[in-house]
């Protein structure tokens, strides 16, 4: 299990609380989506996972092996280089081209030799489509290009999770669906995604694990979800499950 909550309580960094005794798992290749109305606590959730923000209240909670509630800062560096994030903002180097935002990455995660850096850097680009793009600055692509470097950067170091929080949240619809068209593929290689949107439509695109933050509350509604689409006439336009369900209680976001 690459990460497993049991009975967690979630606070934000002023002690409020966010989610209370919430469970959440993930595991290799899982394609994990976490929904919610702005505020509900999604982006406070996945800081936790990348050690932005502790748990100190839990029956259980353990990332990549180790026990968030006794884990020495120390071992944070190791860990990170064991998953990937992916912001909203791409939080690409502004002052550096796209190949130099991967190599420096590479270089402060321990890439020593310098062939070895430039081959994985090649390696990740053609993975994204993005192999004519090394020597653009950031400033130079478009959104969705610039998420496709994000993108590239969070695998260079072959994590066993990619977390990202809201990666097409700044891009229009098809270039959002292009992303995480990209993102399910990583996963059929065996690396856990756990992404939070605001897409619903999404969810009918690329079918995954459904969990939802309401109330101080996270609830798996996957097998819910997955009902509302079997109950879809067939007969009837094509149109999302989203819109069908609009006022469902299930898709409040």
Same mark, same amino acid.
């Given at each position: 299990m690459l990460i497993d909550y049991k009975k967690a309580n979630? *606070?934000?960094?002023?002690?409020?609380l966010v989610l209370e005794g919430i469970d959440f798992h993930a595991d290799q290749g899982e394609f994990i989506y976490i929904i919610g109305r702005v505020g509900a606590g999604k982006s406070t959730l996945l800081?936790?996972? *990348?050690?932005?923000? !502790?748990?100190?209240?839990? !029956?259980?909670?353990?990332?990549?092996?180790?026990?968030?509630?006794?884990m020495k800062r120390k071992f944070i560096p190791a860990l990170r280089r064991q998953m990937g994030i992916i912001f909203q903002d791409f939080q690409l180097?502004? !002052?550096?081209?796209?190949?130099?935002?991967?190599? #420096?990455?590479?270089?402060?995660?321990?890439w020593k030799k310098k062939d070895e850096r430039e081959d994985r850097?090649?390696?990740?680009?053609?993975d994204v489509?993005?192999? !004519? #793009?090394?020597?653009? #600055?950031?400033?130079?692509?478009?959104g969705g290009e610039q998420q496709r470097v994000a993108i590239a950067r969070a695998m260079l170091n072959r994590p066993k999770l990619i977390i990202a929080d809201e990666p097409t949240g700044n891009l229009d619809p098809e270039t959002a669906t292009h992303i995480v068209s990209?993102?399910?593929?990583?996963?059929?290689?065996?690396?856990?995604?756990i992404m939070t949107t605001h897409n619903i439509p999404l969810l009918d695109q690329f079918p995954g694990i459904v969990y939802r933050c309401k109330d101080k509350k996270?609830?798996?509604?996957?097998?819910n979800y997955n009902q509302m689409a079997a109950d879809v006439d067939p007969d009837e336009p094509d149109e999302p499950?989203?819109?069908k369900y609009a006022t469902r209680a299930d898709l409040s976001v």
């Open positions: 979630i *606070y934000q960094k002023d002690g409020i800081k936790t996972m *990348y050690f932005e923000l !502790d748990i100190e209240e839990a !029956d259980c909670a353990t990332v990549l092996g180790q026990d968030l509630r006794e180097l502004s !002052d550096r081209t796209v190949h130099d935002n991967l190599e #420096f990455v590479l270089k402060a995660t321990g850097i090649k390696e990740v680009l053609e489509g993005m192999q !004519d #793009f090394a020597d653009r #600055f950031p400033h130079e692509l478009s990209l993102l399910r593929n990583i996963a059929q290689t065996g690396t856990a995604i996270l609830e798996d509604i996957t097998n499950i989203s819109m």
